[in-house]
């Protein structure tokens, strides 16, 4: 692998508007259930001060991805990028990729009958253009980026947020800027 693409989440920058989720929707024309981009509440209770503030996630590209290692079918590949692809040609349903995922991204769609979720939207960054999720946000707190030491070496940037599964597990492509304690205010 040659690098590793992901994604950088600034809970000071989202406003929770979850522009993201539609513009997945929209650039896949997916059905209403599976969501492949979720928007979250943080959790109040992890942070000194109450706030209410968001995250947003898909599927975080892993380097270490439990779906593609427990998938009977081999339906998942990473490229060389790092994107983890589902093909859901292969797929078969069995739904071992949502159990194994610490994050259940991978979404069952039950029409289907088959697994889906996101692919980075390789298609897109292939031609030069950002991820739609990316290219929705208008206050550009989702990022692509490529995840290396320099990244992680950055002031704010965090690897984790309280009430995630331990990022050792799968090693995943996502990164985040948390709200700046002593500055929160509640937003509702
Ligand atoms: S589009 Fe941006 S601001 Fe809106 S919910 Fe998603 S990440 Fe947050
Ligand atoms: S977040 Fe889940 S579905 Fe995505 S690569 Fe990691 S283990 Fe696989």
Redo the contacts with the bound molecule.
Sequence with gaps: MSKQLGFL?NSE?????????M?CKNEYQTDATPQW?K?FQLNEDAFSLPTRM???MACNHCAHPECLRVCPVEAYTKRDDGIVIHDPNRCIGCRLCTMACPYDRPQFNPAKKKVEKCNLCYQRIDKGEKPA?VA???????ELVEINDSLDQKTGVLKTLPGLPSPKITTPSIRFIGPKQGKQIRRD
């Design positions: 989440h920058k989202c406003v929770g508007c979850r522009g993201c989720e513009a981009r928007v968001f995250f947003s999720c929705a946000c208008i206050p550009g707190a989702l």
